[in-house]
């Protein structure tokens, strides 16, 4: 079976003898194979490649020695012309298939700047029971060290992958990463173990800004001050990119830190990022792009399609940390945040204050409910809506609501242009989409973004 094109989470796709539609996982399109059959739907099959009879013509040597097993950067081995092409076509074909949109400018897909080490925030997991290589099972011999450091296995939350080199985030990430290792095993440190829940060290997260200083973030199961102090004032000693040093203690059965006392070592407990001259505190909790340069264009792109005059009330639907809010706020009257996360409607606040923004008001509720007619007359009706809503899009009664509201333009930014296209959809007899173009925020993987410009329909 010869596969064609790329499908929904980067499976190849192709059809078998009878026609039927069949996701392969393991091969990327263009590979001839003979794939084993995992589920099988009355309009699909899901399977997996067992077998190349001929490579495709797109394939790439994968950069990454833990490519095939670590589940980061799936699309390593596919050409990045390839990939581009393949994330445009997903786009284009939700839109015209899943939201049945035409008429409208397809803008050529954005490329990232950077295909590798683009990332700014890695999260690295301790282990004390690491995925063991096939060669190492094969060998037949007694593995003595089971220690990890790394990303936890797809599907295999409780394996974690050691991780020797990555190509996400620049140095010294991967310097900082084996030298805590190496540190932590000559002081006999526990790993944590996932299953039993027991150890000492839980998780080490590495962020960086545009200026290449660090911030290092360790997650703790529980107390040990002599271990603790050894550990975070060896990586202040060894690494003077790091400015802040962070951590936790966590004994909860997960490792989300939402909800717990984070607590400054050293330093001022964030890093500082500047986009136009407005500048963001960023500390272990924050939310920000992860691709920085990609996210700047990200909200270029976002502010052109809304084509503000100046005198312009915008609101910004799900405006987390109200970075897209102020990015636009010079170019607007005025600027409407809402959000239902407390802690980011906190940041938002924090952040607008930081750069003296006083045209920027944020609102912390739950869109479906906040847009009341009293909401709309204190705030004013808005011009332009701005939603950058989740994976999951929005709500049927958040679309409701904007469709009532009758803004005159609307961008939609979209992590999954499926659930985009299946919003854009319930508002099509309303709205007419003008133009949209996807944006590469993660090259080597299947994820891409989506911008799209609605203008009201003439009553």
């Known amino acids: 079976m010869k596969l064609q094109t790329a499908g929904a989470k980067g499976v190849a796709v192709g059809k078998n003898v009878e026609g039927k539609t069949v996701f392969v996982s393991g091969a990327v399109p263009g590979d001839v194979v003979n794939a084993q059959v995992i589920k099988s739907k009355k309009n699909y099959i899901e399977a997996e490649a067992v077998e190349f009879l001929e490579y495709s013509p797109y394939r790439v040597e994968p950069r990454c020695q833990h490519f095939g097993v ?8 596919l050409s990045y012309q390839k990939q581009l092409e393949f994330k445009e076509e997903e786009v284009m074909n939700n839109l015209t298939r899943i939201g049945k949109i035409e008429g409208f400018k397809k803008v050529n897909i954005l490329p990232s700047e950077e295909q590798y080490f683009y990332r700014n925030k890695l999260e690295f997991s301790f282990s004390n029971s690491r995925w063991l290589t096939f060669n190492e099972i094969k060998s037949g011999e007694e593995i003595e060290d089971r220690n990890a450091l790394g990303f936890h296995i797809p599907k295999q939350w409780s394996k974690v992958l ?59 199961f529980q107390e ?10 060896s990586i202040q000693e060894k ?28 330093g001022e407990g964030y890093l500082e990022e500047e986009i136009e001259g407005l500048k963001f505190k960023i500390g272990a909790k924050s939310f920000f792009q992860t691709n920085y ?14 084509d503000l005059k100046g005198d312009e009330i915008v609101y910004d639907l799900y405006t987390g940390t109200g970075t897209i809010a102020q990015f636009i706020s010079k170019k607007a009257k005025k600027v409407i945040g809402v959000e239902s996360v407390p802690e980011a409607i906190k940041a938002a606040k924090e952040n607008a204050k930081y750069n003296q923004i006083e045209n920027c008001t944020f609102y912390c509720g739950d869109m479906k409910d906040i847009f009341t007619d009293e909401f709309i007359t204190e705030n004013g009706h808005p011009d332009v809506i701005i939603a950058d809503p989740p994976r999951d899009g929005m709500h049927k009664k958040v679309v409701e609501t904007i469709l009532n509201i009758r803004a005159e333009k609307i961008v939609y930014v979209s992590c999954n242009s499926a659930t985009q296209a299946r919003d854009l959809e319930l508002m099509k007899d309303q709205y007419q989409v003008v133009k949209v173009q996807a944006v590469d925020m993660f090259p080597q993987t299947h994820h891409v973004e989506s911008v799209a410009l609605l203008k009201l329909k003439a009553l």
């Open 70 to 77: 670590c589940g980061g950067c799936k699309w390593q081995n």
């Open 162 to 220: 050691d991780i020797k080199e990555c190509y996400l985030q620049k140095e010294p990430s991967n310097q900082i990463r084996l030298f805590v290792k190496e540190l932590v095993q000559k002081y006999k440190m526990e790993f944590y173990d996932l299953k039993q829940q027991l150890g000492f060290l839980r998780t080490l997260m590495i962020r960086s800004n545009s200026k290449n200083e660090l911030l290092v973030f360790v997650q703790f």
């Open 224 to 233: 040990n001050k002599e271990k603790r102090e050894i550990l975070l004032s």
């Open 239 to 266: 690494f003077s990119e790091v400015k802040t040093i962070m951590y936790a203690i966590n004994p909860k059965g997960n490792d989300s830190i939402y909800d717990l006392s984070v607590e400054t070592f050293s």
């Open 293 to 306: 340069k990609q996210a700047v264009r990200l909200y270029e792109i976002t502010r052109e399609f809304a």
